[in-house]
């Protein structure tokens, strides 16, 4: 079994300031881990993933993720924030192995920036 | 490259009717196919997968059924709805069970 626990569903921050958007996990076999992005009526589009390689991912947009496998932990990070990075964000953990990985999501991260 | 697409992209339907959604992916062959709901403030929920023609997995007992005629079509749908059923609903696809990728939703207001 699997889930995924992301703090905090709304997080503001200003243009250019550091964006962060935390995401705890658990799993009982090892870990695939996604970051996806919402924006409103939209459909999610993937931002990074780690599947077991480096442990710092780099995504689109100028995002990244560090996997930390001690603190169970996948957190997204943004050094400067834009105002088009207002958008929902969803942390999920692949569970089972085979052919169909199923995806558990966390319950999302709303993110704004102020102008 | 592939591409997935959703329709209608809204739809108003009263209690008691029925339901058919579309989904169909382009540029791949064999994809596992997901139905996602989302409901208003709340995270995704997985309703049904597919790894082929006629397999079915169901995650949530509910009205809804799922159907996968074509190896590229999935088809989500009800005989008949419920208020409960209102939501956003996202269909997704993955080959060799890595990576989903998702469509542009389908906005379902039961009123």
């Known amino acids: 079994a699997q889930s995924v626990t992301q703090l905090g569903s709304h997080v503001s921050v200003s243009e250019g300031a550091l964006v962060l958007l935390r995401c705890n996990y658990s799993s009982s076999v090892p870990p695939y881990l996604f970051w996806y992005v919402q924006y409103p009526n939209q459909g999610l589009q993937l931002l990074l993933k780690y599947t077991s390689a480096a442990t710092l991912v780099k995504g689109i947009n100028g995002f990244e993720a560090e996997f930390k496998k001690s603190e169970t932990s996948f957190h997204l990070t943004k050094p400067s924030a834009h105002m088009s990075d207002a958008a929902e964000y969803f942390c999920?953990?692949?569970?089972?192995?085979?052919?169909?990985?199923?995806?558990?999501f966390g319950s999302g991260t709303q993110l704004t920036v102020l102008p | 490259s592939q591409t997935i697409h959703q329709w209608p992209a809204t739809l108003v339907q009263p209690v008691g009717s029925p339901l058919s959604l579309e989904c169909t992916v382009e540029?791949?062959?064999?994809?596992?196919l997901y139905w996602y709901r989302q409901a208003a403030g709340r995270g995704l929920q997985l309703l049904f997968y597919s790894v082929g023609i006629g397999q079915i997995s169901s995650e949530v007992p509910q009205n809804l059924s799922a159907s996968r005629p074509q190896d590229r079509q999935f088809i989500l749908s009800s005989k008949k709805l419920l208020l409960s059923d209102s939501g956003f609903y996202l269909c997704?696809?993955?080959?060799?069970?890595?990576?989903?990728?998702f469509g542009p939703g389908t906005r379902l207001l039961v009123l």
């Open positions: 997704a696809w993955s080959t060799s069970g890595e990576t989903q990728y």
């Open positions: 999920a953990v692949s569970g089972s192995s085979g052919s169909a990985r199923q995806l558990t």
């Open positions: 540029g791949t062959s064999n994809p596992n």
